[in-house]
Nanobody, 124 residues
Framework: EVQLQASGGGLVQPGGSLRLSCAAS????????IGWFRQAPGKEREGVSY??????FYGDSVKGRFTISRDNAKNTVYLQMNSLKPEDTAVYYC???????????????????WGQGTQVTVSS
């Protein structure tokens, strides 16, 4: 059974850091693309970052602050989030996609498996 387990969220002050983890089971990570998305109350789900076959992409609002990485031995994808801002507050989800054009990495409907989400709150 394919499962994605997101963890690592929490409450952090502006300027702080968090590292999110997405533990995969039921499939090998290096066979698929993994995306991180976030959704704040009243807003649409937003693509944050993507990793596949050595390619990495970031949303404009997180570029230079967030870093995505993958540990195939642990079957886990990480999202290191630095210089956090209050506008980064959201529920963060990881998701798995089959082969999709890189230009479509931000589109949630191309991802067919989703983790349960982890809350990130940036506040003083």
């Amino acid at each position: 059974e394919v499962q994605l387990q997101a963890s690592g969220g929490g409450l952090v002050q502006p300027g702080g850091s968090l590292r999110l983890s997405c533990a995969a089971s039921g499939f090998a990570l290096d066979d698929y693309a993994i995306g991180w998305f976030r959704q704040a109350p009243g807003k649409e789900r937003e693509g944050v970052s993507y990793i596949n076959v050595g390619r990495k992409f970031y949303g404009d609002s997180v570029k230079g602050r967030f870093t995505i990485s993958r540990d195939n031995a642990k079957n886990t994808v990480y999202l290191q989030m630095n210089s956090l801002k209050p506008e980064d507050t959201a529920v963060y989800y990881c998701a798995r996609a089959a082969r999709i054009p890189f230009s479509l990495w931000r589109v949630p409907s191309y991802y067919n498996y989703w983790g349960q989400g982890t809350q990130v709150t940036v506040s003083s």
